[in-house]
């Protein structure tokens, strides 16, 4: 049973650079897509972009300029980075595993969440 | 990008209740089409996808129809469980986008 996990530091600095890290436990992080989405508080939910299991990357065109999706094979890990962060970027941000049926694909799995605040 | 909006943003219903939630793209997306619920300070949660399938495990008091631009969630009879935030997801095309959620509230 695939679990991930995501991690990382919960208060970021305006302008700084937010990272985090989704540790992917019970099967092999090459066997999926790996997505980034959030939520700010309150809000609906926003797909930041996914790295798939050939290393190919697709950001939103929103939060492209800002938004590095990689992944560690040798620690099973997917981290996230986005630059340049604003108050406006404070969410809860998820990892999530893309499966594919007939061509149409949904994010199946999903980790708990973290809480990142942009705030001096 | 490919808009998609929910309707009603929240609605008040009592157990038992027969509940059906909108959503609606800004362009067609044929069934690439999901559903999901969440509860509050825990993750999305797949019900449904490719429009009208049923994740295992779902119970099957959900459905979801519609192709093209319109779609609906349907709960045939609602369960204290399902008190939550359900959002569309469209994967026609990227960046994926979701519907800004449908809370359903005890009436």
């Known amino acids: 049973q695939v679990q991930l996990q995501e991690s990382g530091p919960g208060l970021v600095k305006p302008s700084e650079t937010l990272s985090l890290i989704c540790t992917v436990s019970?099967?092999?992080?090459?066997?999926?897509?790996w997505n980034w989405i959030r939520q700010p508080p309150g809000k609906g939910l926003e797909w930041i972009g996914y790295?798939?299991?050939?290393?190919?990357?697709n950001y939103n065109p929103s939060l492209k300029s800002r938004v590095t999706i990689s992944v560690d094979t040798s620690k099973n890990q997917c981290s996230l980075k986005l630059s340049s962060v604003t108050a406006a970027d404070t969410a809860v941000f998820y990892c999530?595993?893309?499966?594919?049926?007939?061509?149409?694909?949904?994010?199946?799995?999903w980790g708990q969440g973290t809480l990142v605040t942009v705030s001096s | 990008d490919i808009q998609m909006t929910q309707s009603p943003s929240s609605l008040s219903a009592s157990v038992g209740d027969r509940v059906t939630i909108t959503c609606r793209a800004s362009?067609?997306?044929?069934?690439?089409l999901n559903w999901y619920q969440q509860k509050p300070g825990k993750a999305p949660k797949l019900l449904i996808y490719a429009a009208s399938s049923l994740q295992s495990g779902v119970p099957s008091r959900f459905s979801g129809s519609g192709s093209g631009t319109d779609f609906t969630l349907t709960i045939s009879s609602l369960q204290p469980e399902d008190f939550a935030t359900y959002s569309c997801?469209?994967?026609?095309?990227?960046?994926?986008?979701f519907g800004q959620g449908t809370k359903v509230e005890i009436k």
């Open positions: 999530a595993s893309r499966y594919c049926t007939n061509g149409v694909c949904y994010f199946n799995k």
């Open positions: 790295i798939s299991n050939s290393g190919s990357t």
């Open positions: 362009q067609s997306i044929s069934s690439y």
């Open positions: 019970g099967g092999s992080i090459s066997s999926y897509y």
């Open positions: 997801h469209q994967s026609y095309s990227t960046p994926w986008t």
